[in-house]
Structures are given as structure tokens and as C-alpha cells.
């Protein structure tokens, strides 16, 4: 009988703490989409102040408030935006950029890093000369943290530089901010000054932050006002969300000083794991709260089967292909339960044949 949960599956697992749940019962609220909930207001003005921007805007999910940020400054039917190939953007929110906001995709390959090459992007951006056949490029996106290459973090220097292009060419840019505290924890630089060139940035709530809802985006006033028109004409108006707003404000204040902790577990994880024969990653690729290894050839139990057999024992994982598994630590993982993940792990692969050269 299984006795203890490890979830590992997404920092997106986290139930609200003790402290949340009492400030959505004691939320002030009012309708949102008259635009007089105070504790929307108070979170959206908040989380513009800590990234440096003009306005926020509380939207329902990160993928709403890409959604959004991409059809605000991508308005003009013919528009196109670059994107990492293996962003979230492009591959876990149903194209709803091109489905629903007839915005063309450009991809540019994502680094192991998570960066796209500069030269890349400059060669993605189409010619106005040739507006007769292309799209307009009209926006470039990136994502910081980058979750599918692992989590790994955009250095300022490196957003500085795309920021620079962007201009160069007259587009605007949009940062992914799903994990932005945690890139910014991760490199201790102020999360204003990560995202500083950006045009807007979507910063999700809901995950490494622990709220059960939400996400805010934030720009320009001009930009948000436009974006409070889209989310109403997407169904992301809400009424009193200040329910929801105020447990994100708790998040927001008690939580980003546990996303250094989630780090170190991860880094200790991903050592353990290294030390286990049939299990492969990079430790040093593992930066924040993410991390990915393959389950290699020759080991006696295939990802799928070591999943299962995890869960068995209570522990929650991400298969990723038919060889690689994601983990992803959050505030509620303790020190116990990831020291509890590598004996499941080492009892799981235990035995794997010297002569398999791994
Ligand atoms: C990098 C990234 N961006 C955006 C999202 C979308 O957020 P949501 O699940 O709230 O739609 C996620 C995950 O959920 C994500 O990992
Ligand atoms: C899978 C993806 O949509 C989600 N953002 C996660 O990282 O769990």
C-alpha cells in the first residue's frame, strides 16, 4: 500500500498552501471586467512593478497570456512571429497563435541552451522587399526559463541582444515568462532586468510560485489595454477573480524565496540520478527545477515500465519519449521525498548488466 505521494509530474501539481486558501476566503473582490476587483488590481500592480513594466493583466492560464500578448502585437492579418522550435508556444498550446489568431509561426531551432542563434533569428526575419509573397515578420518570442531543453535559463546578455535585433527591425518581443522567477533566481538578476527589453512577457503564477491559478502579463498601458479587450473576446473576463488573485498574491510574496531550495533538490536529484546505471542526463544542464534523463538501451526496464513502477511507489513522473522522463521540482517536494525517489530508482535499475557499457 502505497504510503507516501512524491508529484513530480509538472511544477503545475502544487495545492494552494494554508495561507492561500485563507486569502481567497477573506479576498475583496468586485467584477473584473468592469475593471474594479482590488485584488486583481493589486496583484496586476504588483507584478508590473516587479518586472519593471507599465501594467499587468491577470489572465486565466500562461497559455491565454501568450495567446494574447502574440495577437496584440501580431493585429495585422499576414503577420508572422519567430519562435523557438521547441517552445511551449509552438508546441503545447494547440497553434492557437495560427488556429485562432491566424498568426504564421516561424521557427528557429532551439540550442541545447535554450537560445536560438542570433544569426538565426536575423535570417528568419523576412524582407519587406518580398511582402508581395512572404508574411510580415511583425514579433519575436522567446521563453525563460526554456522548460523543454530542461529548464535552462536566458542569460540578460543574451535578451539584451535579441532585444537589440528586435528593435533593429522595428518588432516588438514577447518573453515566455512561464518560469521567470526561477531563471531569475537561478542567475540573481532582478526579473525586471531579465526581461527590460521586452514588449510584453507572460509570467505564470501557477507554477513554480505554487498558486493555484493564473498568470499576469504585463507591458505598456496601451499594450494591456488591448490585452483586456482580447481576454474578454477570448472568455478570460472574469467576474470576481479576486478570489483567485488573492491566493496568486500570497504565491507571489511567500514563494519565490523557496525557488532556490527547488533548485538544490533538483541539482541533488539529477547527482543521484547520474549515479545509477541505466539512467543518463547532464547534471550540468539541470539549472533550475527541471530536470530530463533517458532511461539508455541495454538498461533491464524501459521508461515506460520504470514510470509505472514509480507510481507503484507513489512517485508521479512525466515520460517525455519512449526513452526520456521528466522531472520537475516544486516547494512541495521535501529533501526526504527526493532522497525516497533515488532508493525507488536505484531499487528499480538494480542489477543492470555491467556489459551494457553504461
Ligand atoms: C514554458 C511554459 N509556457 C506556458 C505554459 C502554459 O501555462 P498554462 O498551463 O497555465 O496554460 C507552460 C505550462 O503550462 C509552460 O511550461
Ligand atoms: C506540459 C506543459 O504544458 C506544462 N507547462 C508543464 O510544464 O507541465
Known amino acids: 500500500m502505497v504510503t507516501k505521494m512524491v508529484d513530480l509530474r509538472s511544477d503545475t501539481v502544487t495545492k494552494p498552501t494554508e495561507a492561500m486558501r485563507a486569502a481567497m476566503a477573506n479576498a475583496e473582490v468586485d467584477d473584473d471586467v468592469l475593471g474594479y476587483d482590488p485584488s486583481a488590481l493589486r496583484l496586476e500592480t504588483e507584478m508590473a512593478k516587479i518586472t519593471g513594466k507599465e501594467a499587468g493583466l491577470f489572465v486565466p492560464s500562461g497559455t491565454m497570456g501568450n495567446l494574447i500578448s502574440v495577437l496584440v502585437h501580431c493585429n495585422i492579418r499576414g503577420s508572422e512571429v519567430i519562435l523557438g522550435n521547441n517552445s511551449h508556444i509552438h508546441i503545447y498550446e494547440n497553434g492557437g497563435i495560427s488556429t485562432i489568431g491566424g498568426v504564421h509561426p516561424r ?96 509570467v505564470c503564477l501557477s507554477k513554480g510560485l505554487g498558486a493555484p491559478v493564473g498568470s499576469v502579463i504585463v507591458g ?30 500570497v504565491a507571489v510574496q511567500e514563494n519565490v524565496s523557496k525557488l532556490e531550495d527547488d533548485h538544490k533538490k533538483a ?21 533550475t527545477n ?50 525516497y525517489t533515488l532508493s525507488c530508482l536505484k531499487q528499480a535499475l538494480a542489477g543492470v548488466r555491467e556489459d551494457t557499457g553504461i
Open 220 to 249: 505598456s498601458k496601451s499594450f494591456i489595454a488591448k490585452a483586456r479587450i482580447l481576454r474578454k473576446t477570448l472568455g478570460g473576463g472574469m467576474r470576481q477573480v479576486g478570489i483567485l488573485c488573492a491566493a496568486a498574491l
Open 267 to 287: 541539482k541533488i536529484l539529477a547527482e543521484g540520478l547520474n549515479q545509477i546505471k541505466g539512467l543518463r542526463l547532464n547534471v550540468a544542464a539541470v539549472e
Open 107 to 202: 521557427t528557429v531551432k532551439n540550442n541545447e541552451d535554450g537560445t536560438m542563434d542570433i544569426d538565426l533569428i536575423e535570417a528568419a526575419i523576412r524582407d519587406p522587399r518580398g511582402e508581395i509573397v512572404y508574411p510580415t515578420t511583425r514579433l519575436i518570442c522567446l521563453e525563460n526559463s526554456q522548460a523543454n531543453c530542461g529548464g535552462r535559463c536566458l542569460s540578460v546578455e543574451y535578451t539584451d541582444k535579441v532585444g537589440e535585433l528586435a528593435k533593429k527591425h522595428g518588432l516588438k518581443l514577447h518573453i515566455d515568462g512561464a518560469r521567470i522567477f526561477n531563471a531569475s533566481v537561478a542567475l540573481g538578476v532582478p526579473v525586471s532586468r531579465l526581461v527590460q527589453d521586452a514588449d510584453s512577457v507572460s
Open 290 to 339: 527541471i530536470i530530463y534523463f533517458d532511461v539508455v538501451e541495454g538498461a533491464k526496464i524501459t521508461a515506460e515500465t520504470l514510470c509505472k513502477n514509480l507510481e507503484q511507489h507513489g512517485i508521479l513522473v512525466m515520460q517525455e519519449s519512449p526513452i526520456s522522463i521528466r522531472l520537475v521540482l516544486h516547494h512541495q517536494i521535501s529533501a526526504s521525498d527526493v532522497q
